[in-house]
């Protein structure tokens, strides 16, 4: 089983990407930030979206997209409202390589030409047909959150932690 990592394709607004870069923090997968971006990396712009985590997260950013294949390793699986393929299909369990995620940019998605040579590998979330797409952050943590689902949440703890409040925390007060 490979590693899990969540791909941002030229993402523009800073809330939904700290809200992304929290739950990766939260699922221990690796973000890959593909510039150009709408905003600054500046922990400011970010924190309180990031709830304070910053100094935690493990994430890469790179200039453009071939910079960024120039470095990945893996199988990559497009998100797009275009896709023709139900996500829910898909046995990550199957999949023995990293597996990259990859979601684009809140207005305009991934660029055309970029799905059109990726056609079998693009999919999508299942949505009513009066809903164009869903916000970006919550796109993330759905697809980031079925991967660890199938994977059996590998290196995640099903209780609060005991560097917080602990597991009997309920009990105990």
Do not use: W
Request: charged letters at 25%; one cysteine or more.
């Amino acid at each position: 089983m490979g590693k899990v990592n969540l791909v941002l394709f030229e993402p523009e607004i800073p809330q939904n990407t700290a809200n992304i870069m929290r739950t990766c923090l939260a699922t221990n997968t690796k973000l890959h930030l593909i510039e150009p971006l709408g905003f600054s990396l500046e922990e400011k712009y970010l924190k309180r979206a990031s709830a304070n985590h910053m100094k935690l997260m493990h994430f890469e950013v790179y200039k453009n997209y071939p910079e960024f294949l120039e470095t990945m390793q893996g199988k990559m699986i497009f998100l797009t409202r275009y896709g023709l393929k139900n996500f829910y299909e898909i046995n990550f369990k199957n999949i023995e390589e990293d597996i990259y995620l990859v979601l684009g940019k809140e207005s305009t998605g991934i660029p055309y030409d970029l799905l059109r040579g990726h056609l079998d590998d693009c999919y999508r979330l299942p949505m009513a047909n009066q809903v164009r797409s869903l916000n970006l952050s919550n796109a993330a943590a759905i697809v980031v959150y079925e991967v660890m689902r199938q994977l059996g949440f590998s290196s995640l703890s099903f209780y609060e932690p005991e560097n917080f409040k602990g597991k009997n925390f309920l009990k105990n007060i």
